[in-house]
């Protein structure tokens, strides 16, 4: 069976990084802070998110390709050719490495839409879920990993201070970074089950195992969602893209759907209003939650949001200090990429943490 | 020929050194299987008259009585069972169709025997249920797609307005026994058990006794074929509305209260004179198709102003999915349905053994069908028929069941022991009679106390089940059937479960 249809429970390490007014910074700090939890990952998978990596290219989607073999390039661009406009397209600059064992064929797209491409109406984005998804499931050795604007995932099997390596992720400016550090509890050769997981512009990386994704995966069908990556990351990616982009919830709702309060905890609320509005949310939006252990860093090309299940069976902290905002597994990686942090905060369980990126004027 | 004497299904076993000849057997089973022998200073049986109830046994003091099954053999073999061969020497004296009660006992496969659950090890903490909270908080009814509300200085105000839904504290409703099918101590036993815990109860077609009323608030009234006891009245005080189109154990057949159980509450309850027999349409004569369905479904909204949840009840049957998806689209709020192993007070043998089919089944094609469409969230499904232990619920709710209907169950917690003599009315336990003499037998408060017992009992083993597999809220268990491996199944019944095959990782 393809490595691809395998759903890896995993233990991991998370961080991210975000500029507080925009401003780009080097792939460096986020390299330096994931490989301080070398300890949470075994080598079986790393990979990096970063948004505003693309500013000469930033009005087009982007999309970074992986194929097992060279057959399935000519059937990929044919189709791309057919539903856009490729205004660029090269390999993924890589770095030789010896330690690598498994290397697949790595490429980026930027895309433009064609003026007929709408279809009955839908929107630009329900458009490219469609086509990553079509690509997805029906081109063999096929793979869009990652499919937003202005912004890019790169991941693989390796240790992180090797995917970094490879992808030579220094050499990247952007003003958000998000990094993984993957401990499978199988092994798998297949780099698109490496985090972060991306639609859209949509990342996210997860440290967890969803014991509901039987339930999430088959709620986010009703609309249209249909996971076929078997990776639980994915059941939370569409979740945010429903929930936020489709249904229009800010992420503090968005908090309490994912990991909603306790019915103890909703009747305890005093304002009798936002009680019924909690009950209401559950009650419709049951099947959203998210159960079992869960850490997660999700961002987007505005926000950084970080968050754990409702119980906290993940790790998850979080701080700030001049110039950044950061959330980690760990204290200790977000220590070493700032000397003058005053404290770090342990996140609250089930209650995200959101970061919006101020820019500059 | 010669008419053939019936052989006893069983006989009583009375240890003469420990009878002390109280009589207590005599006058107490309504078959009148004990008799008191003055002369001999003997009590003697007439084990042709045992249904095997067991009472006996029970209210022995001595524990002189055994009831055990008649060792006397005909030469039974594969193909022609003692029950056939008995049935036939019954037809052939009779000419009639052979009743039983309860649900289907036949050998077919029973689909829960053949699904395990999952739990967690190393990857994902299991919870313990004693010390972290555990949610089986339900609700029936239907669910809009989604939340919409204006925020405004940090203030919410709902704009989607939520239909109507049952709220339980656990997935698990007394399912529909009529007034008349078991006596009012056991529904009152019921009504207060589903009251005290959080669940509800449901009248079955026989109506709604003034005696239930303080319990109406947690019922679902059945506006069945008869439309017995169906008023206005009726219909506001229930929690819900539920429309009988057909039962398990007798799908596409209706029902026949025999007049002399027709008493003058019965008679009362379901507005109906005294002593007449209650007939139950097999179909509703308003509904012969689906658009009927739809109308009865709104003239009952309308009724009561949108204010309750409208559910359908159907048996399980081959064409169960797209009937149920029918059913949603004409509006109801639930489904509920009712497989082949759904019990019953009176029904065919030949119809409860060989029509319909098994609800495991039924739940799998109907959920995923629902889904497939994209209405899964117009309507809960509740399941029925069988239900023996808490695993059976949690696998029927893993399937995609929103909650379970137990009906023989519940009225084991009373007593029941299953003789299957209900269409007889002359159940010991004063459950399936309306007889006063029997039914003073079943005190409702310690009756309430029992049937409240299981559903707690069942509870906190879902709870335990829930907590092995990581999961703190039964709704991240519904419709998952990533949590459930079918073992000793063949590909094309995994196919329609829906779910993996043990050994079969994520």
């Known amino acids: 069976m393809d490595d691809r249809y395998i759903k890896i429970p995993s233990g991991c390490g998370l961080s991210g990084i975000m500029s507080k007014n925009g401003g780009l910074f080097s792939g460096e700090k986020i390299i330096i802070s994931i490989c301080n939890m070398k300890e949470r990952g075994n080598g079986l998978g790393s990979g990096f998110a970063s948004y505003g990596i693309y500013p000469e ?38 770095k030789k490495l010896n330690t690598l064992s498994f290397i697949p064929l790595l490429y980026r797209y930027f895309l433009d839409f064609k003026e007929e491409f709408i279809e009955n109406g839908i929107s630009e984005e329900d458009f490219i879920i469609k086509v990553v998804m079509f690509i997805n499931r029906n081109i063999e050795n096929s793979f869009v990993f990652s499919s937003g604007k202005n912004m890019g995932i790169f991941k693989g099997v390796g240790e992180p201070d090797e995917i970094a390596e490879f992808y030579r992720i220094y050499d990247y400016k952007g003003y958000i970074w998000v990094s993984h550090n993957r401990f499978p509890t199988n092994t798998v050769g297949w780099w698109g089950g490496a985090h972060p997981f991306g639609i859209l512009d949509w990342s996210v990386v997860h440290n967890g195992e969803i014991s509901s994704y039987g339930i999430n995966r088959r709620y986010l069908e009703n609309f ?38 306790f019915w103890f905890q909703i009747e305890r609320v005093e304002d009798e209003d936002y009680r019924k509005f909690l009950k209401i949310l559950r009650i419709i939006y049951g099947p959203c939650l998210i159960n079992g252990p869960f850490s997660i860093i999700v961002a987007n090309s505005e926000y950084m949001i970080g968050m754990t299940d409702r119980i906290k069976l993940r790790p998850l902290v979080y701080g700030e200090d001049e110039e950044f905002y950061y959330i980690s597994s760990e204290e200790a990686a977000i220590r070493i990429v700032s000397k003058e942090i005053k404290k770090t905060i342990n996140a609250e369980a089930g209650k995200p943490v959101i970061f919006k990126v101020k820019w500059q004027k | 020929m010669a008419k053939v004497k019936r052989i006893s299904e069983f006989f009583v076993d009375r240890d003469e050194s420990k009878c002390i000849r109280c009589q207590a057997c005599v006058r107490m089973c309504s078959n009148d299987v004990h008799i008191y022998d003055e002369e001999g200073d003997l009590i003697r049986s007439d084990d042709l008259k045992c249904v095997g109830c067991h009472f006996c046994e029970e209210i022995c ?85 989604k939340v919409e509300y204006n925020i405004e200085n940090g203030k919410i105000s709902l704009k989607t307005e939520i239909p109507p839904q049952l709220e339980l504290e656990t997935p698990i409703i007394f399912t529909a026994m009529s007034f008349g099918s078991i006596s009012l101590n056991a529904l009152k036993s019921l009504a207060i058990a589903a ?103 709104f003239a009952l909204k309308e009724a009561t102003q949108y204010k309750k949840p409208v559910g359908v009840k159907i048996a399980a ?42 609800i495991e089944i039924a739940i799998a094609v109907v959920d995923t069908r629902l889904r497939e469409e994209g209405i899964r969230n117009k309507a809960s499904i509740i399941a029925a028929g069988g239900f023996r232990k808490s695993s059976d619920v949690i696998k029927a709710i893993a399937l995609g069941a929103d909650a379970v209907y137990i009906g023989t169950a519940a009225l084991i917690s009373l007593g029941c022991h299953l003789c299957q003599k209900c ?84």
Request: proline fraction near 5%; glycine fraction near 10%; aromatic fraction near 10%.
């Open chain 2, 317 to 358: 049957v081959h064409n169960v999915a797209p009937i149920a998806s029918g059913i949603v689209r004409a509006g109801a709020d639930y489904v509920a349905i009712d497989g082949i192993r759904g019990g019953t007070g009176a029904a065919p043998k030949v119809i409860r053994d060989n029509v319909g089919i098994p």
């Open chain 2, 61 to 145: 003091p001595t524990g002189a009585i055994t009831i055990r099954r008649n060792q006397s053999e005909i030469k039974e073999n594969y193909h022609w069972k003692k029950e056939y061969v008995y049935d036939i020497i019954k037809q052939a004296e009779t000419g009639g169709v052979i009743l039983t009660g309860m649900g289907c006992d036949k050998l077919y496969k029973n689909y829960f025997d053949h699904i395990l659950l999952n739990a967690s090890q190393v990857t994902n903490p299991s919870i313990d249920p004693l010390r972290e909270p555990m949610e089986l908080k339900t609700f029936i009814g239907k669910k809009p797609d």
């Open chain 2, 195 to 297: 009251k005290n815990f959080g669940t509800y109860w449901n009248t079955g077609e026989g109506g709604l006794p003034e005696e239930l009323y303080p319990y109406a608030d947690r019922c679902i009234v059945q506006v069945a074929s008869g439309r017995f006891g169906v008023n206005i009245d009726y219909l506001e005080r229930a929690a819900a509305i539920e429309i009988k189109i057909g039962q398990g154990a007798k799908p596409g057949i209706g029902g026949h209260l025999p007049g002399e159980k027709v008493s003058e509450e019965i008679s009362r309850t379901r507005m109906i004179p005294e002593s007449t027999d209650a007939l139950s349409p097999a179909p509703h004569h308003d509904i012969y198709s689906i658009e009927d369905l739809k109308q009865l479904i």
């Open chain 1, 57 to 94: 290219f930033k009005n087009y989607w982007c999309f970074h390709i992986m194929y097992n073999e060279e057959r399935a390039i000519n059937i990929t661009e044919n189709y791309l050719k057919e539903k856009f406009k490729i205004i660029h397209s090269e390999p993924i600059p890589t």
């Open chain 2, 423 to 506: 269409y007889t009315g002359k159940c010991n336990w004063g459950i399936a009679t309306q007889d006063p003499y029997l039914t003073k037998r079943l005190n409702p408060e310690i009756g309430a106390k029992r049937a409240y017992n299981l559903l707690r009992a069942w509870s906190l083993e879902i709870k335990e089940m829930l907590g092995g597999m990581g999961i703190n809220s039964i709704e991240s268990l519904r419709g998952n059937r990533e949590q459930l491996r079918g073992i000793d199944l063949s590909d094309m019944e995994l196919k329609y479960l829906g779910i993996k095959h043990v050994g079969e990782a994520w």
């Open chain 1, 224 to 261: 249209g969602y249909f996971c076929t990556l078997f990776t639980d990351t994915e059941v939370i990616t569409y979740l945010f893209d429903l929930l936020h982009r489709k249904h229009g919830h800010n992420f503090e709702i968005i908090g309490n759907i994912l990991a909603s309060p």
